[in-house]
């Protein structure tokens, strides 16, 4: 079965404001995450990704969480933007770099 | 570099034929990957290759084939399609298998969305 799996399967924000996904795993074993952006009619697209000996990680406009203790990881994304409107999802990959997939969220922006 | 490369992007067969989603990368990466996203989920393995003539099942391999003559191509073939194998299909690649210091994500193409009527 999946290893992840998101908690909200959409998330409208308004323009500016900041963007959170949460994620949540169950594997203990685990040590990397990624996290992808699959805009409509596109491929999945590699946003950022996080090993287990670090709690945070930051991008450009975007941080990714990791509470091990939890088995939670969450993506930030700061003053979202029309552009940001997609599907995102978290995934684990397993010794074979075989990914599970979460269903994803739907992020909708407002203007 | 055009990365991940998928044809065609859209096709309809008809119960019954079959066909072969062609896929192709240029960035010299030991393993590829076939998936299928089915609406409002998220992405279900096919198969899977870590290399030339190394190929493997993932979780939904019934009714598909696939085969790894080179490095660059990994074809996917549906010999009898079915009306549950409408679907949009992901072909990705990655470097190497994960590592204890390797950051490795996958690379995808932009989908080939198969209709069987």
């Known amino acids: 079965g999946e290893s992840v799996g998101l908690h909200l399967p959409t998330l409208s924000v308004q323009e500016g404001d900041n963007s959170i996904i949460n994620c949540a795993y169950s594997n203990s074993a685990s040590d990397y995450f990624i996290w992808y952006k699959q805009e409509s009619g596109k491929g999945p697209q590699f946003i950022i990704d996080?090993?287990?000996?670090?709690d945070k990680r930051q991008g450009q406009r975007v941080t990714v969480l990791l509470n091990k203790t939890v088995k939670h990881l969450s993506l930030q994304i700061a003053a979202t933007q029309p552009g940001d409107s997609a599907v995102y999802f978290c995934a684990d990959p397993d010794t074979d770099y075989k990914l599970s997939f979460g269903a994803g969220t739907t992020v909708t922006v407002r203007a | 570099n055009a990365g991940v490369t998928q044809t065609p992007k859209f096709r309809i067969l008809k119960i019954g034929q079959s066909m072969t989603l062609q896929c192709t990368q240029d960035m010299n990466h030991n393993y590829m990957y076939w998936y299928r996203q089915d609406p409002g989920m998220g992405l279900k393995l096919i198969y899977y290759s870590v290399g030339a003539g190394i190929t493997d099942k993932g979780e939904v391999p019934n009714g598909y084939n696939v085969s790894r003559s080179t490095t660059e191509d990994f074809p996917l073939r549906l010999e009898l399609a079915a009306p549950s194998q409408t679907s949009v299909y992901f072909c990705?690649?990655?470097?190497?298998?994960?590592?204890?210091?390797?950051?490795?994500?996958?690379?995808f193409g932009d989908g080939t969305r198969l209709s069987i009527l």
């Open positions: 990705a690649s990655s470097y190497s298998r994960r590592g204890r210091y390797s950051n490795q994500p996958q690379h």
């Open positions: 996080i090993r287990s000996n670090m």
